[in-house]
């Protein structure tokens, strides 16, 4: 629901996940009724876009 709402991709299977500064590698976000205030995204925050078609 993130993934079509924010990025307009109607992919069949979008993998979102979050990019936080100073961290590493990014973290999978799995819930997909999740709201942005609710994973925790910050002013720094990327969230990055994996689709498989």
């Known amino acids: 629901m993130l993934c079509e709402s924010f ?3 109607n ?7 979050l990019q936080e500064e100073g961290s590493p ?7 997909e009724m999740a ?4 994973i925790g995204t910050g ?3 990327i ?3 994996d689709v498989e078609c």
């Open 7 to 9: 990025f307009k991709l």
């Open 47 to 49: 969230i990055l876009v």
């Open 43 to 45: 002013n720094d925050s």
């Open 25 to 31: 590698l990014p973290i999978l976000l799995e819930d």
């Open 11 to 17: 992919s069949t299977r979008p993998k979102l996940f």
């Open 35 to 38: 709201t942005l205030v609710d």
